[in-house]
């Protein structure tokens, strides 16, 4: 049971995401020769129209593929109106983009849920240390972090995000809320602990704040998936200069194993069935986001073979106003492929070891 919904929640993502290219292929009367959730053998298959409907056995993937999308087609009729390279230029660019859209919509969609029945964690603070850099500061339980680094703060967790990221001795400038509602500009020295990590010395309690109305739970969704999307982007720059171990990367593997661990927990805490389902599901939303967030913006990578990589080959186009050779376009396609391959390989590879050695 714990596989089937791991498996769904990265089906629930890539359908979303191809469901984008889907519609708004569509919407441009472009032909889609096949619609697959999952890679590698069909399970299931389906033609309506034009289009061929497939469910494949490896559910970490998807594709929508296009009449004309790789410079063939099953027919080999390339020339029809309705081929993707024949359509303008902007309009396939809508196509491309319209992928990773879709995830950052089922973000929101998604936020708003879990804020409706979770609430937020606010940054007002319920412990400061009498060791610690904050008490020193001036800081008390009561008060509401508002900037850290001259960045907003909507989520204690934008407070330890960019204390992860920032790990040093530092000094931290921060703007506070006072309980009487006046705010004051102070300056937090992080201490080291045992752990060799440095830390400001504050913490809020375990309960979030309910939103108030469905403007708020609105807002704070669109807060959830921005803090989502500012977590990822400072992930990969993290991975890029080498401000992670290996250990923290995680591939689908790894993904599942902690989803597995989550599950686990929920049923050893819920006290009935139906408060496990509930806990399980929100649990799911949750994966959902920050999944449905990473796709999102690992497309948007110029990549070859991404959709990001698509998109510069469109805007250089644009640009040129001339059709880059589909033929130059597939061997660098093909290239870049063959890279994400491998990739993957080494991700994989990575997850195997931090999973079961």
């Given at each position: ?56 056995i ?55 849920i ?24 001036g ?14 703060v ?46 400001l ?13 469905v ?24 991975i ?23 599950i686990e927990?929920v049923?050893?805490?819920s ?31 110029p ?39 491998i ?15």
């Open positions: 049971m714990n596989i089937i919904l791991i498996i769904l929640v990265f089906g629930i993502v890539v359908f979303f995401h191809e469901l984008g290219h889907f519609i708004v292929a569509k919407a441009n009367h472009i032909a889609v020769s096949e619609f697959s959730i999952g890679l590698g053998p069909a399970i299931f298959s389906v033609k309506k129209k034009e289009t061929k409907y497939s469910l494949r490896l559910p970490l993937g998807g594709y929508c593929l296009m009449l004309g999308d790789s410079g063939d087609s099953e027919d080999g009729n390339v020339e029809d109106e309705n081929a993707f390279p024949n359509k303008p230029v902007w309009a396939r660019i809508l196509v491309v983009l319209a992928g990773p859209f879709f995830n950052f919509i089922l973000a929101v969609v998604f936020s708003i879990l804020i409706h029945f979770c609430g937020y964690d606010d940054a007002k603070l319920t412990v400061v240390r009498e060791d610690s850099g904050a008490y020193e500061a800081l008390e339980p009561g008060d509401t972090i508002v900037e850290i680094g001259g960045k907003k909507h989520f204690f967790r934008d407070v330890q995000i960019y204390m992860m990221i920032n790990d040093s001795s530092e000094p931290v400038d921060m703007v506070i809320k006072k309980a009487d509602g006046s705010t004051q500009n102070v300056t937090v020295t992080p201490k080291k602990a045992e752990d060799g990590k440095y830390y010395g504050i913490a809020r309690d375990r309960y979030n704040v309910a939103a108030d109305g403007g708020e739970t609105v807002k704070y969704a669109f807060y959830e998936t921005k803090y989502w999307f500012d977590a990822t982007i400072s992930s990969l720059k993290m890029f200069t080498g401000g992670v171990k290996s250990k923290d990367i995680l591939g689908p593997v790894g993904v599942g194993d902690a989803f597995n661990d989550i927990e049923k050893q805490e006290t009935s069935f139906k408060e496990t389902a509930i806990n399980i599901i929100l649990n799911m939303i949750n994966w959902c986001i920050l999944l449905s967030v990473n796709l999102g913006i690992m497309n948007l990578l990549i070859p073979a991404l959709d990001g990589g698509r998109l510069l080959f469109l805007l250089i186009e644009a640009i040129r106003r001339k059709k880059i050779p589909q033929e130059k376009e597939a061997v660098v396609n093909m290239i870049g492929f063959a890279i994400l391959m990739l993957m390989f080494l991700v994989f590879f990575n997850d195997i070891k931090n999973v079961f050695f």
